[in-house]
Structure formats: structure tokens, C-alpha cells
């Protein structure tokens, strides 16, 4: 089993950054990706970025690109999100997700349906 803990989220202005952290424990090895995901009230939950465990690739929904960058720490077993020049809009749940060899299913790296393991979110408020 794979766990997750998010951490990270907060308050921040317009145009201002933030950096959200995923660390990952229990079996690592079986992880072949991880993602994260937003949710803002009333919406579906959407693709943000995710990243091969490898960390050789990496993969941007068209929003946030130039904006987002993911990253991933080998010695930490951590996964970060660097979110530079916020929006309003970006103000969402956000939720860190494995994909491991378990997970029985692929969708593409953007697909919600390739995650079998998912952390409990972490709340980013952009104020205008």
C-alpha cells in the first residue's frame, strides 16, 4: 500500500506562489506516477500536472503551463507543485494521486481513472 500526505495550501494574493508537497510512503516502489488534481466547489475534479516516479517526464494541463512547475525529490519520496502568478480561478482542493502497478487501469497521465491512490486534498484560496 501506498500513503499520501499533501501539505502546502493556503491563502494567497493574485500573482503570488505557492509550493504544495506530496510525500509518499509505504510500498514507493510500485508507483509508476503521480499527479495532481484540483477541485473547485460545484466543479469536476480536474488534471494538473503529473510526473513519471522516474522523474524523467513530466505532463501540464494547457492552464498552467509556464505558471506550474512539478518536481519530484528521490531521496524524499516527495512530489512538489511550485504554482508561480496564481488566479483567482486556480482557488481549488487540491489532491495529490498515485498511479502504482495495482491500479489495473491507464487513462493517460491526465486520466482521473489511471490513480488508485489518492491523499486527503489541501485547500489553495487565491484572493483578487
Known amino acids: 500500500q501506498v500513503q499520501l500526505v499533501e501539505s502546502g495550501g493556503g491563502l494567497v494574493q493574485a500573482g503570488g506562489s505557492l509550493r504544495l508537497s506530496c510525500a509518499a510512503s509505504g510500498r514507493t516502489s510500485s508507483i509508476v506516477f503521480m499527479g495532481w488534481f484540483r477541485q473547485a466547489p460545484g466543479k469536476e475534479r480536474e488534471f494538473v500536472s503529473a510526473i513519471t516516479w522516474s522523474g524523467v517526464n513530466t505532463y501540464y494541463a494547457d492552464f498552467v503551463k509556464g505558471r506550474f512547475t512539478i518536481s519530484r525529490d528521490n531521496a524524499r519520496n516527495t512530489v512538489y507543485l511550485q504554482m508561480n502568478s496564481l488566479k483567482p480561478e486556480d482557488a481549488a482542493v487540491y489532491y495529490c494521486?498515485?498511479?502504482?502497478?495495482?491500479?489495473?487501469?491507464?487513462?493517460?497521465?491526465?486520466?482521473?481513472?489511471?490513480?488508485?491512490?489518492w491523499g486527503q486534498g489541501t485547500q489553495v484560496t487565491v484572493s483578487s
Open positions: 494521486a498515485a498511479s502504482t502497478y495495482y491500479s489495473g487501469a491507464y487513462y493517460g497521465e491526465d486520466g482521473l481513472g489511471s490513480y488508485d491512490v
